[in-house]
């Protein structure tokens, strides 16, 4: 077979785009499916059952029918009789859904030495955040979020350090983890783009796992559940530019509200109350993020990659630098790259970000970091090692 | 049902050439119409067609994925007569097709439905741009980049074809 070449792919849609039925296929498929609606549209199990049967004893692959089937379960299909067997998409997802209160691990990279963060969700009005040690045997820090005031109490429980911290101009009221997690999936279902692809059983963490993938224009999850209990044991998401991964959940369990007390506990010292603005983050808050990573964190060079696995490492590889800052100033960092790295999240696919700044020097007026465009804008923002910025047409872009 | 009755034959139409299968197409018809009929996102739509057009897409190359270990003879009475075909496209082995339509179920979903929509229902970018809401430039930029991303799978293919078993 000759060497596909993109000239060769157009001719093959070509050929594609001619392929036609006969009229008479056409007629005998539309006039199947209409008496299939019009028993959908009056609600007769029988009818859906048929229509089910039918589906089911076609020439459609076992396969095939099984995505189906997951698909259906997403869409009420529990209507056409007794529980289907086996672990469904709609299974799964729906304890994350629906619980009272949820407590999960949130791993931002995978690798060693990466911290995990064990949140606890009462609702989805308090949400407390512990990042443990990788080992998970200390809590290094924790965070305990009040969503309706907006206000964020941090604690360095081996320093006795605490410090309160208001969260200004948010464009809207800020999302826990929770209820990110709860709308990707809830957009995700909604999307004409919802699909789930059927990854099988695999051993997840000593046990037998059924694993679905569902995929939307924005966003990816992929859940891996007991096969006995249907309940979550393993979700990846990938949202924009962000992805995480939760595990051991638990759900509907008891616990103290005292753990999501905003008071300052006692033998902590506190900071004066801080005040972070994250609504409106743009691209100057991008580039003094770009400036703490390269002068402060790698001192002189840029992350391989801005946000990711290769990221965190760097981080944590270099972390003890840190130890020459004050508290107030690492703060303030930590502030500046919450910025920065907010006004990545919240870029869409059409703003088409890209990062390149691997092996760039800080300082470098010549090599690229990264580049996106503005909504509504024909040119690109492509910004250089010495954090300068420049327009520049989308056939001008660096290779 | 309105649709069905102003639009079945469209879909149906699009469905054959994303599955290029006479006998998957009727089953696949049926399964568009049920998940329309439980959809809020369709009782919602603002362009009902649209929104059917994608789950449409979306159900082909999903029924593609799952059989993408499985070869799918080509029903080759529905192609084009042969003296209706160019020089070219009779070199064009109906296993390319089907490799391509395979390659194109690996993009994502935005390239894909831009890929369907210019490239096989051959709508101009000005319109794909009206009915995802987005601007031709960027649709153009995406294709172009999503055609370059079909070219590098099916050369990774061909370099370890995928093998039954």
Excluded at chain 1, 101 to 110: G, H, L, Q, R
Excluded at chain 1, 302 to 312: A, K
Aim: aromatic residues 8%; glycine residues 6%; hydrophobic residues 40%.
């Amino acid at each position: 077979m000759s060497k596909m070449n993109e000239e060769r792919i157009k001719r093959c849609f070509e050929a594609i785009s001619r392929f036609k039925l006969s009229d008479d296929v056409t007629a005998r498929d539309l006039k199947r499916v209409k008496q299939g609606l019009t028993a959908c549209i009056r609600g007769q199990k029988t009818e859906h059952r048929d229509i089910w049967r039918r589906i089911m004893e076609s020439k459609v692959s076992k396969i095939a029918a099984a995505a189906v089937i997951i698909a259906a379960v997403l869409i009420g299909i529990h209507q056409f009789g007794g529980p289907i067997e086996g672990v469904a998409w709609a299974d799964v997802v729906r304890p994350i859904l629906t619980a009272r209160t949820v407590v999960f691990n949130v791993i931002m990279a995978e690798g060693e030495n990466v911290p995990i963060t064990r949140v606890m969700n009462m609702g989805t009005q308090r949400v407390r955040g512990e990042v443990l040690s990788p080992d998970g045997k200390t809590v290094q820090a924790i965070s305990i979020v009040d969503y309706d005031t907006s206000r964020m109490l941090q604690l360095i429980p081996s320093q006795k350090r605490a410090v309160l911290i208001e969260m200004k101009d948010l464009p809207e009221k800020p999302e826990n983890i929770l209820e990110t997690m709860r709308n990707i999936i809830t957009d995700l279902q909604n999307d004409p783009d919802f699909s789930v692809e059927p990854l099988g059983e695999h051993e997840i963490d000593g046990r037998i796992a059924t694993g679905f993938r569902a995929m939307g224009p924005d966003e990816e999850v992929t859940v891996w559940a007991d096969s006995e209990t249907a309940l979550p044991i393993r979700m990846e998401q990938k949202w924009r530019q962000m992805q995480f991964t939760c595990t051991d959940f638990q759900f509907d369990i008891d616990m103290d509200e005292t753990l999501f007390s905003m008071e300052i506990p006692e033998g902590y010292s506190a900071l004066p109350t801080a005040e972070v603005s994250i609504g409106g983050s743009n691209e100057q808050n991008l580039i003094e993020a770009l400036r703490i990573y390269a002068e402060i964190i790698l001192e002189g060079f840029f992350p391989n990659e801005f946000i990711g696995q290769e990221y965190m490492d760097d981080v944590m590889k270099n972390r003890e630098k840190w130890s020459q800052y004050s508290q107030e100033q690492k703060l303030e960092f930590g502030l500046k790259l919450l910025r920065g790295y907010t006004f990545i999240q919240l870029l869409k696919d059409e703003n088409d970000w890209n990062y390149v700044g691997k092996g760039v020097k800080f300082g470098d007026e010549e090599s690229p970091v990264c580049w996106y465009r503005p909504t509504d804008s024909e040119t690109y923002r492509v910004i250089y090692g010495d954090l300068s910025v420049k327009d520049v047409a989308p056939e001008d872009l660096p290779e | 049902m309105e649709l069905l009755n102003t639009s079945g034959v469209r879909l149906h139409a699009l469905l054959a050439r994303l599955t290029l299968s006479e006998d998957v197409v009727g089953d696949l018809m049926q399964e568009l119409f049920i998940r329309l009929c439980r959809s809020s996102g369709f009782d919602n739509a603002k362009d009902p067609f649209a929104y059917a057009y994608r789950v449409a897409i979306n159900l082909a190359f999903e029924w593609r994925r799952s059989m993408r270990l499985k070869f799918q003879p080509l029903d080759e009475d529905c192609l084009p007569a042969e003296n209706a075909r160019s020089s070219l496209d009779v070199a064009i082995q109906t296993e390319e097709l089907q490799r391509v339509l395979d390659a194109t179920s690996q993009l994502s979903s935005l390239a894909r439905d831009v890929v369907v929509m210019h490239y096989i229902e051959q709508q101009p970018y000005e319109d794909i741009g009206r009915r995802l809401g987005k601007k031709p430039q960027y649709l153009r930029s995406l294709s172009a980049k999503a055609l370059a991303q079909l070219r590098m799978v099916l050369a990774d293919e061909k370099n370890n074809p995928i093998t039954e078993g």
